[in-house]
Protein backbone atom coordinates (compact mmCIF):
# COMPACT_ATOMS: atom_id res chain seq x y z
CA UNK A 1 0.00 0.00 0.00
CA UNK A 2 0.86 3.69 -0.61
CA UNK A 3 1.32 5.42 2.72
CA UNK A 4 -0.18 8.91 3.66
CA UNK A 5 1.81 11.05 6.30
CA UNK A 6 -1.51 13.41 7.54
CA UNK A 7 0.64 16.23 9.53
CA UNK A 8 -1.86 18.89 11.81
CA UNK A 9 -1.67 22.13 11.18
CA UNK A 10 -1.12 25.61 12.53
CA UNK A 11 -3.17 24.67 15.42
CA UNK A 12 -0.70 22.05 16.74
CA UNK A 13 -1.15 18.07 17.86
CA UNK A 14 -2.85 15.42 15.26
CA UNK A 15 -5.23 16.74 12.28
CA UNK A 16 -8.80 17.19 13.82
CA UNK A 17 -11.50 15.75 10.83
CA UNK A 18 -12.98 12.38 12.26
CA UNK A 19 -12.64 9.66 10.24
CA UNK A 20 -10.42 10.65 7.85
CA UNK A 21 -7.27 8.05 8.83
CA UNK A 22 -10.40 5.12 8.30
CA UNK A 23 -11.74 6.65 4.76
CA UNK A 24 -7.97 6.26 3.82
CA UNK A 25 -7.72 2.91 4.92
CA UNK A 26 -10.82 2.09 3.36
CA UNK A 27 -9.54 3.04 -0.06
CA UNK A 28 -6.60 1.01 0.47
CA UNK A 29 -4.06 3.59 1.36
CA UNK A 30 -1.80 2.89 4.94
CA UNK A 31 -1.36 5.90 6.41
CA UNK A 32 0.11 7.82 9.53
CA UNK A 33 -0.61 10.38 11.90
CA UNK A 34 2.17 12.75 13.11
CA UNK A 35 2.27 16.06 15.64
CA UNK A 36 5.14 18.41 15.39
CA UNK A 37 4.22 20.48 18.03
CA UNK A 38 1.74 21.08 20.91
CA UNK A 39 1.35 17.53 22.09
CA UNK A 40 2.64 15.64 24.90
CA UNK A 41 6.21 15.70 25.72
CA UNK A 42 6.63 18.05 22.67
CA UNK A 43 7.20 21.36 21.81
CA UNK A 44 4.50 23.64 22.61
CA UNK A 45 4.57 26.53 19.95
CA UNK A 46 5.52 26.47 16.27
CA UNK A 47 8.88 27.82 16.40
CA UNK A 48 12.35 25.99 15.79
CA UNK A 49 10.64 22.58 15.55
CA UNK A 50 13.26 19.89 14.86
CA UNK A 51 12.34 18.01 11.46
CA UNK A 52 14.24 15.04 12.59
CA UNK A 53 11.32 13.59 14.55
CA UNK A 54 8.72 13.89 12.20
CA UNK A 55 11.54 12.00 9.65
CA UNK A 56 11.94 9.50 12.12
CA UNK A 57 8.06 8.72 12.41
CA UNK A 58 7.62 8.55 8.53
CA UNK A 59 10.73 6.15 8.54
CA UNK A 60 9.30 3.83 10.80
CA UNK A 61 5.94 4.29 9.74
CA UNK A 62 7.04 2.94 5.86
CA UNK A 63 8.62 0.24 6.88
CA UNK A 64 5.24 -1.71 7.96
CA UNK A 65 4.99 -5.22 6.32
CA UNK A 66 1.89 -3.33 4.19
CA UNK A 67 3.45 -0.08 3.24
CA UNK A 68 5.25 0.46 -0.07
CA UNK A 69 8.46 2.54 1.12
CA UNK A 70 8.46 3.61 -2.93
CA UNK A 71 5.39 5.24 -2.11
CA UNK A 72 5.28 7.92 0.62
CA UNK A 73 2.89 11.01 0.52
CA UNK A 74 3.10 13.99 2.84
Not at 18 to 47: C, I, T, W
Not at 53 to 61: F, L, N, S, T
Amino acid sequence: HSLIVILGGSEGGLWKRRGFARELADSGFSNVQLAYFDFPGGPKHLKNIAIEDVVEGIRAAAKQADVDEACVSV
